[in-house]
Nanobody
C-alpha cells in the first residue's frame, strides 16, 4: 500500500513562507510524477504543483512564481516551498501520485494564512 505523509503546515502571516514535506513509502518519488493539491472549505480540490520523473515542473497561474515543488530522492520526499503567501492560499494541502492506475492521497496538512 502506497503511503504519503504530509507535514509542515501551520499558521503564517500574509507574505510569509512555509515548506511542506511529503514522505513516501512503497513508491520511489523520483520514478513518477508527484503532485501537490489543495482544497479550501466549500471549494473543489485543485492542483498547485507537479514534478515529473524527468524533473519538469508545472504550476497554475495562481501560484506560479511563489510556489516551488522539489524532491529529495535520497529521502524519498517531495517538498512544496511556498513564499509570499496570501490569505487565499489557506487550504488543506495534499500530496498525490498515481500507481498502477490508482491515485493515492496523503492525509493532508492544513495551511492557514492570516494576520
Amino acid at each position: 500500500q502506497v503511503q504519503l505523509v504530509e507535514s509542515g503546515g501551520g499558521l503564517v502571516q500574509p507574505g510569509g513562507s512555509l515548506r511542506l514535506s511529503c514522505a513516501a513509502s512503497r513508491i520511489i518519488v523520483g520514478d513518477r510524477t508527484m503532485g501537490w493539491y489543495r482544497q479550501a472549505p466549500g471549494k473543489q480540490r485543485e492542483l498547485v504543483a507537479t514534478v515529473t520523473s524527468g524533473g519538469y515542473t508545472n504550476y497554475p497561474d495562481s501560484v506560479k512564481g511563489r510556489f516551488t515543488i522539489s524532491r529529495d530522492n535520497a529521502k524519498n520526499t517531495v517538498y512544496l516551498q511556498m513564499n509570499s503567501l496570501k490569505p487565499e492560499d489557506t487550504a488543506n494541502y495534499y500530496c498525490s501520485t498515481v500507481r498502477n492506475g490508482i491515485r493515492y492521497w496523503g492525509q493532508g496538512t492544513q495551511v492557514t494564512v492570516s494576520s
